[in-house]
C-alpha cells in the first residue's frame, strides 16, 4: 500500500513538474501578445429607470425557469441525458440568445439580475457545501495510485492544452485591461474541470457506481474536483492580484485552506461526535450554518470567493457522520429545485450564443469542444492505459472524466464575474460544457456494448453509500 502511494505522488509529480514548466514558458512567451479584446459590461450594472413591481418579476422568472427546466430535463432523460443539461438549455433558452433581448426581457428583464444574481450565488454555495459534504477521500485508499494518477493527468493534459489555445484566443478573445497570464490560466483550469456530481449520476444510472471502473472513475473525479478548485483559488488570487489586490489573496488563501485541514478537521470531528444521533438538535444546525456561512465569508474576504469557503468547509466535516449525511439529504431538493434555477436564468441571461456571427467565430467553438475534449479524454486514456486497464476501458475512463455539468458552469460564471473572460468566449465555453457533458452517455454506450462485467460488483455498504446531487 505504502509503495504504491509513492509511486503514484510520484509519477503524478513528475506530470506536475513538467506541465509547470510549460505553462510557464507559455505565459511568459503570451504576455508578449497585444490584445484587442472587449471591454467588460456587468448584466448586473444595468440602470434602471423604471419602478416596477422587482418581487413580482424575480418569482415570475423563478417560476419560468423551474418549469421549462423540468420539461427540458424530461425531454433530456429521454435522450439519456443527465437533467442538469435540459436546465441549463431553459437558462439558455429564456435568455436573449433564442428570444432576442425584446422577448427574453419580458421574462428575465435586466432589472432581476442583480436580485438573481444574490439568490444563484446563494444557491451555488449551498451547492458547493453539500458537494464537499459528498466527497469520500477515505474510500478510495486501496485505489489511491490509479486514482492519484488518472486525477493529475486529466487536469494536467487539459490544463496545457487550455494555456496553448490562450495563445490564439487572447488577441480577440480576452477582455481589454487583462494581461494573458490570468487569461491563460483560467483558460486551463476550465478545460481541467470534471463535474463529480454529474459522474455519480451517470454511474450510478448504469449501475456502475459499485464496479471496479466505476470506483476508481470516482475517486479519480473527487481527487480531480479538490485539486481543481484549489488551482482555482490559485487562479482567482492571481487575477485578483492583476486588478490590484495584491499577493496577500494567494497567500491568504493557502493558509486559509491548510488550515481548514489540519486545525478545524480534527476540531471538527470531535465535536460532531457528540451529535450521533437520528436527529440534529437545533443548536447543531444553528452552528453547522453559522460555520458554513462564516467560512464563505472568510474565504470573500480573502478574495477569492465565498464559494470556496463553503465547498472547503463541507469537504472537512467527516463524510459518514449523521451530520453529513442530515444536511445532504437536507439541502439536496431545495437547492436543486428552487434555488439552482436561478443560477441557470442568471447564466442564460449573460450567455450570448447571438454574439456568435460568422463562420470563424463557430470554428473556433468547434476548436475549443475539440481541444477541451482531446485534452480531458486523452490525459485519462493514457493515465488508465499506463496504470494497467486495457484499450476500451481506458477509454471510457477518459469519456467519464470529460464530463463537466454545472462545475464547470460555476467556474465560467466565476471568470465572467471577474472580468477575465469576454462574453463571447464565455458563450463558446458553456456550448463545450453542454456538448463534452452530451456525449458522455452515447459514447460509454458504445464503449461497454457487450461488456456486462464491468457492472457493480463491490456491492459494499460503503461503496453504496457513494451519492451525490443530480446536478
Known amino acids: 500500500m505504502g509503495r504504491e502511494i509513492i509511486k503514484g505522488a510520484l509519477v503524478s509529480l513528475i506530470i506536475t513538474v513538467l506541465a509547470v514548466g510549460a505553462i510557464f ?17 456587468s448584466i448586473s450594472a444595468v440602470s434602471i429607470e423604471k419602478k416596477e413591481n422587482v418581487l413580482l418579476r424575480v418569482l415570475f422568472a423563478l417560476v419560468s425557469v423551474i418549469i421549462l427546466g423540468i420539461v427540458l430535463s424530461r425531454i433530456a432523460a429521454f435522450f439519456g441525458q443527465p437533467p442538469v443539461i435540459g436546465e441549463v438549455l431553459a437558462g439558455i433558452c429564456l435568455g436573449p440568445s433564442l428570444l432576442g433581448s425584446e422577448y427574453s426581457s419580458w421574462i428575465l428583464p435586466p432589472l432581476v439580475a442583480p436580485y438573481l444574481s444574490v439568490i444563484a450565488q446563494l444557491g451555488v454555495l449551498l451547492y458547493m457545501f453539500v458537494v464537499g459534504l459528498e ?7 486501496a485505489r489511491f495510485s490509479c486514482a492519484m494518477i488518472i486525477s493529475h493527468s486529466s487536469i494536467v ?18 477582455v481589454s485591461g487583462i494581461s494573458f497570464t490570468p487569461f491563460a490560466l483560467f483558460l486551463g483550469v476550465a478545460m481541467s474541470i470534471t463535474a463529480f456530481p454529474v459522474l455519480a449520476r451517470i454511474l450510478t444510472d448504469r449501475g456502475m457506481q459499485t464496479s471496479e471502473l466505476g470506483v476508481i472513475a470516482l475517486s479519480s ?17 492571481i487575477a485578483k492580484a492583476q486588478m490590484g489586490s495584491g499577493l496577500w489573496v494567494t497567500i491568504g488563501a ?10 478545524v478537521r480534527p476540531l471538527l470531528r470531535n465535536i460532531i461526535m457528540r451529535w450521533e444521533s437520528d436527529r440534529l438538535s437545533r443548536e447543531a444546525t444553528i452552528f453547522i450554518y453559522s460555520c458554513l456561512l462564516i467560512s464563505a465569508l472568510i474565504t470573500e474576504k480573502i478574495g477569492i470567493h465565498a464559494i ?20 445532504a439529504k437536507q439541502l439536496e431538493s431545495g437547492v436543486t429545485v428552487l434555488l439552482l434555477p436561478a443560477f441557470f436564468a442568471f447564466t442564460g441571461m449573460q450567455t450570448r450564443v447571438d454574439l456568435l456571427s460568422g463562420t470563424n467565430n463557430w470554428l473556433i467553438c468547434a476548436l475549443i469542444i475539440i481541444v477541451a475534449s482531446v485534452g480531458k ?11 494497467g486497464m486495457d484499450i476500451r476501458k481506458s477509454m471510457v475512463m477518459g469519456t467519464l472524466m470529460n464530463t463537466r455539468g454545472l462545475m464547470e458552469l460555476i467556474v465560467l460564471n466565476i471568470g465572467l464575474e471577474l472580468g477575465v473572460i469576454s462574453q463571447q468566449l464565455f458563450a463558446m465555453m458553456i456550448l463545450m460544457a453542454l456538448a463534452t457533458t452530451m456525449m458522455t452517455g452515447p459514447l460509454c454506450s458504445i464503449l461497454l456494448k457487450g461488456q456486462p462485467e464491468v457492472q457493480g460488483n463491490l456491492q459494499t455498504e460503503e461503496y453504496n453509500e457513494v451519492l451525490s446531487p443530480s446536478q
Do not use: R
Open 377 to 387: 479524454l486523452g490525459g485519462a486514456f493514457l493515465a488508465a492505459y499506463y496504470s
Open 157 to 174: 493534459v487539459p490544463f496545457l492544452f487550455g494555456t496553448i489555445l490562450a495563445v490564439f484566443l487572447y488577441p480577440g478573445l480576452s
Open 135 to 141: 466527497l469520500n477521500l477515505d474510500l478510495f485508499k
Open 308 to 327: 470556496f469557503g463553503a465547498f472547503l468547509f463541507g469537504a472537512v466535516i467527516p463524510h459518514n457522520s449523521v451530520v453529513a449525511k442530515a444536511f
Open 221 to 237: 473525479a473527487a481527487i480531480g474536483d479538490v485539486t481543481a478548485w484549489l488551482l482555482l483559488a490559485i487562479v482567482v488570487g
Open 254 to 263: 493557502t493558509l486559509y485552506i491548510l488550515s481548514m485541514f489540519f486545525i
Open 25 to 41: 514558458l507559455i505565459c511568459q512567451y503570451g504576455e508578449k501578445i497585444p490584445s484587442i479584446g472587449e471591454k467588460i459590461a
